[in-house]
């Protein structure tokens, strides 16, 4: 049998053709939005929405079962997501079931009854109301029973997922792992099916020919709240960490596998037998975390280098973009489209990076720089204030603040990260401070629990509100106490920067996440020159809107967020070359007796930006000039990260300090060079920085 799966970089795809793989003669597995590269299945770039692709690919490749997945459950009631839903499903299942009208396939479609991604239960929710994917999904769905031999299956799921995005156990799992409180609600019942056992179910069915519409559901009586007890008990964790919470909401039947229009059960159906309960799913869950496949399955989510197709350089950076064919074509969409800025493709970009690093909201802008200042203004940043940050860092980290009016206030950095260090921040909170910017100097987290736990104890001290904004330019990617930086459970808000040098690009670009709704709402304001139309057109008419504040248009245009979406999808794997480039570099440099390598402290994941090597120029017996003159005359440019902020100019004048209390910074400041680091560095290349810089240190002075 030649199965044909949709959607292999979700839970369900990715979890369907790892079980098929084994079971039949071939697969081959379509993305949905992440390339991925699961052992013995064929999955070739292709772009589901794509008529003639889809045609070609299906006509080639000859399946006997077609298993189409929809589950885009996160679309809503915002009308940019309208578009989204419906290509995401009605379209592509209108491409599926055209391509294979004369292929004589069975075609099955898996749609998915699932609640949005899991946060925290303790939020304030209301009911869950009509959205756009619902009524998608029944139409996908009705389109598929039309067509003959066909096979629809609705189901709730849960298991492991590929790649970065976690299902609510995974995600209750992390939390259990980390010792963080959750709260889940008492009276909703989790009656979702394992993945694996969902699987073996759709196998059966394939095997017996069962045609018709049938939901697959769970008949527990578990509450989500009881699901994350049994989770932890399973696991060996402590079950105090899941906290129950009350919600009066009308709760969904429970029902397994129930037909429509009095169909036979799908039980029935495929000789008898039972759903898998959600306690024996459980077993399995844990089971195939015993025995590694958790790792085995995210693994599939690290492909294939990109290929770059920028002309060959002359010259090693020590940064700079990659950008392959996939990027050049999500840009060139947009260019034939009407929509070139203030489009859809802006709110799928923001949606995609939310996704990515766990937080509810994201705010794209034109830089990282106006990401700094709309997130000041959003925290009520002005005149009098004082706002504490690095001093080893870009300007722009304390320009936020100047910009608002307010103080710059520097604190020394921690001599092994070069991070803010906490003790130092303790005593400089005073008061005035309105907001405390940690920098995550080359991408390595600062220790945000202890600055958050620091920050919560001043506010109570004096008073008021000291808002927590991490500069995260450097560490989009990164990770700290097993999380991806930006999911705020440390701070308010989060920057991100999309300039070239940096882990994705959208030539210059920024982006704020919060998750806070109040923060998203004065931040969207703020990026588009302080107009709301926010405003009920029956009484104003559709071209209505009122400048509620003094904005800015600090906006991102649809070719950058084309570009970043494109981009976004390489992020594990530019992650994962910097990693590797960085322990390629510290084998061969930790044995030097003039340079250091970089630390990273056990709580942190790094996603490398830069490589900072620690150099004794009195030992090496030449200057950083020297050495940075004699790599570029050998092909490699270094770059230093960076002036302190208090000794430019501007600042001595206007905001100067006592430059003694520093030490750690000016120590640092003597002695860095940021090697090149970046994901498209060859392997020869990285070889080539190595033995010119271990050569050098050879030689001593050269020769220039």
């Known amino acids: 049998m030649r199965v044909f799966i949709t959607g292999v970089d979700g839970l369900t795809g990715g979890n369907l053709a790892w079980y098929f793989k084994d079971r039949v003669a071939r697969v081959l597995g379509i993305s ?42 996160h679309y809503g009631h915002d009308p940019a997501d309208q578009e989204r839903s419906w290509r995401s499903n009605v379209l592509s299942t209108r491409v599926i079931l055209d391509a294979a009208r004369d292929l004589h396939a069975r075609v099955v479609l898996i749609s998915i009854e699932a609640e949005d991604s899991p946060f925290n239960e303790e939020v304030p929710i209301v009911g869950d109301p009509e959205n756009w994917y619902v009524s ?19 189901t709730r799921l849960f298991g492991w997922n590929v ?35 969902f699987a073996e179910l759709l ?27 049994e989770l932890a008990r399973i696991f060996g964790l402590d079950p105090a960490f899941i906290q129950p919470r009350i919600v009066r909401l009308p709760l969904p039947a429970n029902a397994a596998c129930l037909p429509t229009d009095g169909q036979p059960t799908l039980l029935n159906e495929i000789g008898g037998g039972q759903v898998p309960t959600v306690r024996e799913g459980l077993a399995a869950f844990f089971r195939d975390w015993r025995d590694g496949f958790p790792n085995r399955l995210k693994e599939c989510a690290k492909v294939a280098a990109p290929v770059c197709i920028l002309p060959q350089r002359d010259v090693i950076p020590y940064g700079c973009q990659l950008i392959d064919a996939d990027d050049m074509e999500a840009v060139t969409k947009v260019l034939h489209s009407w929509s070139l800025t203030q489009g859809p493709t802006i709110d799928h970009f923001e949606k995609d990076v939310a996704q990515t690093v766990h937080a509810r909201y994201a705010v794209a802008v034109n830089s990282g720089t106006a990401a700094l200042h709309i997130a000041c203004l959003a925290c009520g940043v002005g005149p009098g204030d004082e706002v504490i940050t690095s001093p080893i860092t870009f300007a722009a980290s304390a320009n936020c603040a100047v910009y608002c009016g307010a103080v710059p206030l520097f604190v020394d950095i921690d001599p092994q990260t070069y991070n803010m260090d906490p003790d130092a921040l303790e005593q400089k909170i005073t008061a005035r401070t309105r ?44 990770c700290y106490l097993g999380t991806p930086v930006g999911d705020g459970r440390f701070s308010d808000m989060t920057i991100f920067s999309f300039h070239p040098v940096k882990h994705i690009t959208t030539g210059e670009g920024g982006m704020v996440v919060t998750n806070d709704m109040a923060l998203e709402k004065k931040l ?26 003094l904005g800015f248009n600090y906006r991102m245009t649809d070719l ?42 056990p709580q942190s994941e ?91 240190a050879k030689t001593k002075k050269p020769n220039r």
């Not at 209750?172 to 694996?196: D, G, P």
């Not at 987290?445 to 506010?459: A, F, L, T, Y």
């Not at 999808?569 to 510290?586: E, G, H, S, T």
Request: hydrophobic share 40%; proline share 5%; with cysteine.
């Open 203 to 229: 196998g059966r069915c394939l095997r017996q020919g069962v045609t018709g519409f049938f939901r697959v559901i769970g008949n527990d009586d578990l509450s989500n709240y009881s699901f994350g007890q």
């Open 606 to 696: 790094a996603n490398f930006h830069l490589y900072v090597l620690r150099c004794d120029f009195v030992h090496l017996e030449m200057s950083r000039i020297e050495l940075m003159g004699a790599l570029k005359d050998r092909g490699i440019l270094t770059q230093v990260h960076y002036i302190p902020v208090f000794s430019h100019p501007y600042y001595r004048e206007r905001f100067p300090v006592d430059e003694t209390a520093f030490p750690h910074t000016w120590n640092y400041y003597e002695t860095c060079l940021s090697l090149p680091l970046f994901p498209g560095m060859s392997d020869a290349e990285v070889e080539t920085v190595i033995r010119e810089v271990c050569a050098l």
């Open 163 to 197: 790649g970065d995005v976690e299902c609510f156990p995974e995600w209750l799992l992390r939390n259990l792992f980390n010792k963080e409180t959750v709260f889940c609600f008492t009276e909703r019942v989790f009656s979702a099916i394992y993945v694996l056992d």
């Open 32 to 73: 949905r939005t992440h390339p991925v590269a699961i052992p013995d299945v064929e999955t070739p770039a292709l772009n589901v929405q794509n008529y003639n692709r889809v045609r070609q690919c299906l006509t080639q490749f000859k399946p006997e079962v077609i298993i189409h997945t929809i589950s885009a459950v």
């Open 435 to 478: 907001a405390v910017i940690p920098v995550h100097f080359a991408g390595q987290s600062c220790d945000m629990k202890r600055i958050h736990d620091i920050v919560r104890k001043k506010e109570i001290e004096f008073g008021r509100k000291i808002t927590l904004i991490e500069d995260a330019c450097h560490a989009l990617g990164s």
């Open 560 to 601: 950058q967020c084309a570009l970043g979406i494109s981009q976004l999808k390489k992020l594990n794997w530019f992650r994962d070359r910097r990693r590797k480039i960085v322990q390629r570099y510290n084998e061969a440099f930790s044995g030097l007796s003039w340079g250091i390598p970089p630390y990273e402290a």
């Open 136 to 154: 998608d999904r029944t139409e996908a769905e009705r389109m598929v029973m039309d067509h003959p031999e066909s096979l629809v299956l609705r």
């Open 524 to 549: 969207k304001i703020l990026r588009s020159h302080g107009i709301s139309k926010n405003f009920d057109a029956t009484n104003h008419g559709p071209w209505y809107y009122e400048q509620v504040a």
